[in-house]
C-alpha cells in the first residue's frame, strides 16, 4: 500500500511539472490524501502487533 502512495505522489509531481490542468492536480491530490487517510486508518485499527520481540 505504501508503494501505492508513493506512486500516486510520483503522478502526482508530473502532472505539476507538466503543466496540467488545475482539475487534474487537485484531483490526484485529492484522491492521494483519501488513500493515506484510508492507509492511516487501517493501520491505527489493525490487530497487527507492532512491538518488537527479541
Do not use: P, Q, Y
Not at 484531483?27 to 507492532?50: F, K, Y
Amino acid at each position: 500500500m505504501d508503494t501505492l502512495i508513493f506512486g500516486g505522489m510520483l503522478a502526482t509531481l508530473i502532472a505539476l511539472c507538466r503543466e496540467s490542468s488545475r482539475t487534474v492536480v487537485l484531483g490526484a491530490w485529492w484522491v492521494l490524501l483519501l488513500a493515506v487517510v484510508l492507509l492511516m486508518a487501517h493501520h491505527i485499527t489493525s490487530s497487527l502487533a507492532l512491538t518488537l520481540s527479541w
